[in-house]
């Protein structure tokens, strides 16, 4: 990131608190005349979301995930072989352009809903408190649209990896990504009773049961904001050994 550039979840955080007090300001003092013209011509709702570049949110989420990509090849640039290196770069670059489209198009759907759920609420007349209580949080900050990104995330770094070391059949895996309270009871079972040696590729592919259900490479079956990801085993042990256990 730039020096002096704010991060995307400051950007976010900007966006939500010029898009909320727009709303407050806006639909509790709406004449009958003005609901009725907004109701009529939904456009004039546009400029409560003028501030929502779509394009500009799109290279925050290019730059914030190519930084983690970068630092997945980094972590483990020792132990990838040079031949190898190239092909990664290709890969992960094709899906950070893939995962930015994406973003991009969910961005942009979430401003149609949100124009229409500000018509629902002009129709109704809702007054000043239900009006707080159906925006308090809008579509655009992180807590709104976390499940994406942190989606997006998980399946850079595993498909960074996976692409590092598909060819070596012998590199052995460990499940990472730690515990929240939120984690599932799949991923917590994993995480806690893993083998110490880890599993092969072939293994992890062919999913890994326990007893709330399965567990591949992309994490939990189905995998629904799955935060954990596997990491080549030696890696996991030299930092378990030097007290610094990610």
Excluded at 52 to 58: G, K, N, P, Q
Excluded at 160 to 177: H, I, P
Aim: proline share 2%.
């Amino acid at each position: 990131m730039a020096k002096g550039r704010i991060t995307l979840e400051q950007l976010l955080e900007k966006i939500d608190a010029q898009v909320k007090t727009r709303i407050e300001k806006i639909l509790t003092n709406l004449t009958d005349k003005q609901r009725l013209a907004i109701i009529e011509n939904p456009k004039l709702l546009d400029d409560l979301l003028k501030d929502i570049d779509v394009d500009e949110l799109a290279k925050y989420y290019f730059v914030e995930f190519s930084q983690i990509a970068g630092k997945v090849i980094k972590d483990y640039s020792g132990v990838i072989k040079q031949t190898q290196k190239q092909k990664v770069n290709m890969f992960v670059n094709k899906l950070l352009e893939l995962k930015t489209d994406m973003l991009r198009q969910f961005v942009e759907a979430n401003k149609t809903v949100f124009k229409e759920k500000i018509i629902e609420l002009i129709i109704n007349g809702s007054d000043k408190k239900i009006i707080k209580e159906y925006f308090e949080k809008t579509p655009f900050t992180t807590s709104q649209i976390g499940t994406l990104i942190n989606t997006s995330e998980s399946d850079i770094r595993r498909a960074t990896v996976l692409s590092a070391f598909e060819d070596n059949k012998e590199m052995r895996y460990s499940y990472e990504g730690g515990l929240i309270p939120t984690s599932s009871d799949i991923c917590t079972w994993l995480y806690e009773n893993q083998k110490e040696e880890g599993y092969t590729l072939d293994e992890i592919q062919s999913g890994i049961e326990t007893p709330y259900g399965i567990v591949d490479w992309g994490g939990r079956v189905p995998n629904y904001n799955c935060i954990h990801f596997w990491s080549p085993i030696l890696e996991i042990r030299t930092t378990r050994e030097n007290g610094k256990t990610e």
